[in-house]
Structures are given as structure tokens and as C-alpha cells.
């Protein structure tokens, strides 16, 4: 390590720098230096507003109104379309929830919804409607997932979700935890989570710490879509995680004019190996109303898939899924 020169530097941690994030489209143009003109259509008036932290921001290509990762982050006017078969709860999760915020759909394994919180509004999120207020187990409604874990001896895996989980403080992380230690049918914790991409600062040691801690297997899913989005930071983070002992593995959205093409998705796979992940599934896009401009369809998508099967070991292949109302689990498209 080369020693810092100004001692006195400042790093802010993790919540600063999610206070901090850029929530104006005119902010996250001009650190861009993008025309307005130069981008879709700003959609200025939404409930899901704009969000991304900085140090997403800085992997953006200054000057390109189509950066990939820009087009994930920035509300434009299509949102307000219309379109047939795109609804506001696509895959029929409210009907799903045994107590609040906790999905249980597939056999072995449940899923809980800690926070509707995020460090990064991804435009094309199936839970952007999401009434996280009422499904949000928060710290009151816990105790009802926590006795429905207990009574539910079928399940051995817990999925926390959100939201994002790890938008939570270390604390309150631990206030959960602490209660399932007595349940002993739950072998593995995995964690969905998109932190280590976009705010791979939240991977600190506090996290690490909590994370040994745990007396079952721990499982991390991340969220990347693009190889652009791995930098340095990431791969530091990731590496963290990685001597921690946690199995990383990445989700993927198929996101027309961002990974649609066999080149993207296979440096994706690439980079992400280099950095300890091994790819899981590349999602169908789920038909959230609002995202419709960035669906690819299907038959496209099985091209994209045999492209990949040719350029990459197996193991670097994600599977590719889609989420069908109803079904046991992932479908293979
Ligand atoms: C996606 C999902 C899971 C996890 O499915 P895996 O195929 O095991 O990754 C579990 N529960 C719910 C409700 C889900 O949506
Ligand atoms: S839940 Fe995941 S995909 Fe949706 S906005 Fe949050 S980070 Fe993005």
C-alpha cells in the first residue's frame, strides 16, 4: 500500500456516502457533463425517484448519454407508458406472504423483505410498486416471521431481501440475527443485495464481522448487469467477502441497449470469476409496468443464451429464468 499524503483526508463510510447520493437528473447530468439533450426524455414527475450513490457514478462514461449503467439509473419518460401486459405486481407476491414481508413460494427456502430501501433505484426493479409500508416486516412484525421460521421445519434456507437488507445498520442486522440462532433447521442465510456493486464502501469491517459471526453457511447474491459496473472498489469488496468464507454468486437482469449482446454478458461472466462470483441466473425481465422499454424478448434471449454456452466454460453460463406466477421456482426460459 502507498501511504496517503494528507493524512487528515476524510473517507466517508458507507451511510455517508448513501446520504450523499446524487437524487436530481440535472445533478447527475452535469457531473456526467451530458447534454440534456444528448439522453432520453427526463421523466420529471414520479414516485420512484432517482437515486445512485456517487461511486456508481464515477464508473459512467462521461459524455455518453447511453452509458449502460447510466441507462439503469436514469427515470426517462417511457416510464409513463402504458403497456399491455405489464402490471404494478407482477409476479403476484402479496398473495404469497404467511406473515408481513415474509414470501414463502418455494419449497426450502423463505424469503423476507427486511427494508423497502435501497442504495440505487433501478428503473426496471419489479418492486417499484412494492407497498413496502405495509409488507415491511420492520422491527415490530419480526417476531411474526421469526415464529413462522420456528413452526416451519421445511425451510433450511432464509433469503433476506428487500429492498435492499444491507442498507440496514450493523445493529439492527444483529437484532435479527440474534433471534434465529435457536432455530435449527436453518442451515444456510443467503442475502440478495446489490451493495457490494454500488456501494461496495458498505463492505466494511463491521459487515465482515457480522458476517463471521453467523453459525450457518452464508450465501451472498449480488446484482450486476454490466462489466462496467465492476471497478477496483468492487473487486476489493468482493474479495472481503470472499476470505470471509461467503459463497458469492451474481444475478443478472437481460436489459435491452445494456447486456443485450453475447460480448457484454460474456466480459460480464468474465470479470465477475476474476473477482471470486460465479454467475447464477440471467431474469427474464419481470413485466413491471414502467419497464416495458427494456424487455428483450424471448426468442432473442435463448440466441443470447446459446451465444454464451459457445463462448464459456459451463460454469460461467447464468441460467436463464424467468419468473412465472404460481410455479415452484425459477422457470428456464
Ligand atoms: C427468487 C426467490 C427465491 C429464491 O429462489 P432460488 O431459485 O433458490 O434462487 C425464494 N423465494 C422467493 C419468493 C423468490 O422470489
Ligand atoms: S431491489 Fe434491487 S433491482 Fe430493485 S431497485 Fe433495489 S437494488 Fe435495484
Known amino acids: 500500500m502507498i501511504p496517503r499524503i494528507q493524512p487528515a483526508e476524510h473517507r466517508p463510510g458507507w451511510q455517508e456516502q448513501l446520504a450523499s447520493a446524487v437524487r436530481s437528473v440535472d445533478e447527475l447530468l452535469q457531473l456526467l457533463h451530458i447534454e440534456p439533450s444528448a439522453t ?3 421523466l420529471l414527475q414520479h414516485d420512484f425517484p432517482l437515486r445512485v450513490p456517487h461511486s456508481f457514478v464515477q464508473r459512467m462514461v462521461h459524455g455518453d448519454g447511453q452509458d449502460p449503467l447510466l441507462l439503469q439509473v436514469l427515470p426517462v419518460a417511457e416510464e409513463s407508458n402504458q403497456a ?27 424469503l423476507l423483505t427486511l427494508t423497502g430501501a435501497c442504495a440505487v433505484h433501478c428503473r426496471y426493479c419489479f418492486r417499484r410498486h412494492f407497498p413496502y409500508t405495509d409488507a415491511n416486516p420492520g422491527n415490530g412484525h419480526w417476531q411474526a416471521a421469526i415464529d413462522y421460521l420456528e413452526k416451519t421445519a421445511d425451510v433450511s434456507e432464509l433469503i433476506l431481501s428487500g429492498g435492499d437488507p444491507l442498507t440496514l445498520s450493523d445493529a439492527r442486522l444483529y437484532s435479527l440475527t440474534d ?6 433447521h436453518l442451515r444456510t442465510l443467503r442475502i440478495h443485495t446489490r451493495l457490494p456493486v454500488v456501494l461496495p464502501a458498505r463492505v466494511d469491517d463491521g459487515l465482515i464481522e457480522w ?19 465492476i471497478d477496483d472498489s468492487v473487486i476489493a469488496a468482493l474479495d472481503k467477502l470472499g ?5 458469492l454468486l451474481n444475478q443478472s437482469v437481460l436489459l ?8 457484454t454478458l460474456t466480459r460480464l461472466s468474465q470479470r465477475l470469476f476474476a473477482a471470486g462470483v460465479l454467475p447464477y441466473y440471467l431474469h427474464q425481465l419481470d413485466r413491471v409496468q414502467g419497464a416495458a422499454h427494456f424487455e428483450v424478448d424471448i426468442k432473442r434471449a435463448r440466441i443470447l443464451e446459446s451465444g ?9 453460463v447464468p441460467r436463464l429464468v424467468q419468473e412465472v406466477p404460481g410455479e415452484p421456482g425459477k422457470t428456464p426460459v
Not at 85 to 104: I, N
Not at 179 to 184: E, F, P
Not at 212 to 229: A, F, G, W
Not at 243 to 247: D, Q, R
Open 211 to 229: 458476517i463471521t459471526s453467523q453459525p450457518v453457511r452464508v450465501v451472498m447474491v449480488i446484482h450486476c448487469n454490466h462489466p462496467n459496473e
Open 256 to 263: 435491452r441497449n445494456i447486456n443485450d449482446n453475447v460480448a
Open 40 to 42: 432520453a426524455t427526463p
Open 179 to 184: 433471534r434465529l440462532k435457536d432455530i435449527q
Open 308 to 316: 454464451l454456452r459457445a463462448a464459456l466454460p459451463g460454469y460461467l
Open 84 to 110: 399491455a401486459g405489464f402490471s404494478s405486481d407482477p409476479l403476484e407476491e402479496l398473495g404469497a406472504m404467511p406473515s408481513p414481508g415474509l414470501l414463502h413460494k418455494y419449497p426450502g427456502r423463505a
Open 243 to 247: 476470505a470471509a468464507g461467503v459463497t
